[in-house]
T-cell receptor
Framework: SQQGEEDPQALSIQEGENATMNCSYK?????LQWYRQNSGRGLVHLIL?????REKHSGRLRVTLDTSKKSSSLLITASRAADTASYFC??????????FGQGTELSVKP | GAGVSQTPSNKVTEKGKYVELRCDPI?????LYWYRQSLGQGPEFLIY????????DSGLPNDRFFAVRPEGSVSTLKIQRTERGDSAVYLC??????????????FGEGSWLTVV
């Protein structure tokens, strides 16, 4: 079963614009991770944010976490065509296993 | 190894046949995970190993699915009497330790299984 839900399901933007994806989840978590998946490929880890953190940055990525609202957002700034991929949030609730959302399909047009 | 390695990368099998999918985790990683991903969906958890033992197998859909990790390194996911609904990408992942430590979980490229 899926724990998280991403919003929007699909997002299309122009190169240079910012892309924001949201994730909501249902149960308490230890941490939340964001992954990227190019079509037909495996998942690539982007960033991990712990339940006691509110914001984290990595290069052009900014992740926020609001545990009171059980939600997280991933912001990609100054997007590039190469950022085109599916993006998934995954929550680590207990035992170390990750529960994934349905994903947001991002298309960045050159 | 440099990353999580999965074989075969693609497998086409007939309905009713037996299939084995292999995963070679990153060297030194004690935790190993199997996920299944259908088209347009997020990965679904199947089973998680800590060392040689299955710490959580609550995601295995039925008794046709079984996984082993006899020496705490390589793992094999076994599917008996395959059905067309088993067609999916089977993803393996590993992390340095499991539990609630929040270690990064690294994924392989997946094994694409098609049951015809």
């Amino acid at each position: 079963s899926q724990q998280g839900e991403e919003d929007p399901q699909a997002l299309s933007i122009q190169e240079g614009e910012n892309a924001t994806m949201n994730c909501s989840y249902k149960t308490s978590i230890n941490n939340l991770q964001w992954y990227r998946q190019n079509s037909g490929r495996g998942l690539v880890h982007l960033i991990l944010i712990r339940s006691n953190e509110r914001e984290k940055h990595s290069g052009r990525l900014r992740v926020t976490l609001d545990t009171s609202k059980k939600s997280s957002s991933l912001l990609i700034t100054a997007s590039r065509a190469a950022d085109t991929a599916s993006y998934f949030c995954a929550t680590d609730a207990a035992g170390g296993k990750l529960i994934f959302g349905q994903g947001t399909e991002l298309s960045v047009k050159p | 190894g440099a990353g999580v390695s999965q074989t075969p990368s693609n497998k086409v099998t007939e309905k009713g046949k037996y299939v084995e999918l292999r995963c070679d985790p990153i060297s030194g990683h004690t935790a190993l995970y199997w996920y299944r991903q259908s088209l347009g969906q997020g990965p679904e958890f199947l089973i998680y190993f800590q060392g040689t033992g299955a710490a959580d197998d609550s995601g295995l859909p039925n008794d046709r699915f079984f996984a082993v990790r006899p020496e705490g390194s390589v793992s094999t996911l076994k599917i008996q009497r395959t059905e067309r609904g088993d067609s999916a990408v089977y993803l393996c992942a590993s992390s340095l330790t499991g539990g609630i430590t929040g270690n990064t979980i690294y994924f392989g490229e997946g094994s694409w299984l098609t049951v015809v």
